[in-house]
């Protein structure tokens, strides 16, 4: 290694001796181009947060937004399959290029790279990072106006390298409303505040059921203590959904374009005003 001449700036050795802050963006490549970045968040597993990822980024490709989503849980990747697409990707002269949905979205998912993507993934957390930085890097993101990245829960390596490899415009938390997960939450909200990255707003999933006969709304998992933490830490809960079949099944076969979810309106037109 070369002797450090104490000249920070012209150098990207991220050591002990190091006065100014390490940029750990990674780049696209020079011939792709996104416009918004939104990550879609979680404190735990099981909220809906794929769900929720998939419901926005139709919204906005119905109203002719040219949209993508980056699936970057890794050992977890279900976008494929929420929107019937199979086969795997290959790579062209300006990169890796993304499967497509029918009704135009772009999308990478571990899924989509594996020859058989029933294997578990059984890799370390360096590697799955690297592969969602790879994803970010090295595929051929043509002209996007908006971009979501569905994030695994929690706040691990993953999140970390998203929130501090991929310049985003904010995040959107999904939660349902079980008054742990509601604590749970409270982490990635933190997280996000630690890192200076914008929380657009807090969904909550799962929100309620309504009888299809007599209109009323029953609340199955139990009442909402998700106001609580949105107003601690001055953020607005912008959509609950409520439990619906249709969508189950809708994701089930790989349909999920189909559906349109009046009550995540709110979410789409605060994502257009980024």
Same mark, same amino acid.
């Given at each position: ?7 920070? =700036?012209?150098?990207?050795? @991220? ?38 990822? #998939? $419901? ?44 497509? #949905? ?6 990478? #998912?571990?899924?989509?790279? $594996? ?7 059984? *890799? ?11 994803? *970010?890097?090295?595929?051929? *993101? ?17 999140? $970390? ?38 929380i657009i707003g807090i969904v909550e ?16 998992? =139990? ?17 609950? $959904?409520?439990? @619906? ?30």
């Open positions: 290694m070369a002797e450090c001449n104490h000249d920070c =700036g012209s150098c990207n050795a @991220n050591c002990g001796e190091r006065t100014e802050p390490f940029d750990f963006t990674e780049k696209l490549n020079e011939y792709s181009s996104v416009k918004k970045v939104i990550g879609v968040v979680s404190g735990k597993g099981g909220v809906g947060k794929s769900m929720v990822t #998939s $419901l926005l980024a139709s919204a906005l490709s119905r109203e002719g937004k040219k949209t993508a989503i980056l699936d970057a849980d890794i050992t977890g990747p279900s976008i494929p399959k929420i929107f019937g697409v199979s086969g795997m990707t290959y790579v062209s002269e300006k990169g890796i290029v993304p499967a497509k #949905s029918a009704g135009g979205i772009d999308m990478i #998912s571990v899924n989509l790279v $594996l020859e058989n993507p029933e294997e578990p993934v059984v *890799w370390r957390g360096p590697v799955i990072a690297g592969a969602v930085k790879q994803f *970010w890097g090295e595929t051929f *993101w043509e002209n996007e106006e908006y971009m979501f990245i569905d994030m695994p829960p929690g706040t691990g390596d993953v999140p $970390l390298t998203v929130f501090q490899s991929i310049p985003l415009d904010g995040i959107v938390v999904v939660t349902s409303p079980q008054e742990l997960v509601s604590m749970i939450v409270e982490k990635a909200v933190k997280m996000a505040d630690l890192m200076n990255i914008p999933n799962m929100s309620y059921f309504q009888c299809p006969d007599c209109g009323k709304r029953h609340p199955i998992f =139990g009442e909402s203590h998700i106001e609580k933490i949105a107003d601690k830490y001055k953020i607005t809960v912008v959509a609950k $959904l409520p439990i @619906n079949e249709e969508l189950a099944k809708a994701a089930d076969c790989g349909k999920i374009e189909d559906i349109a979810v009046p009550e995540l309106q709110p979410v789409v037109e605060a994502v257009k005003v980024l």
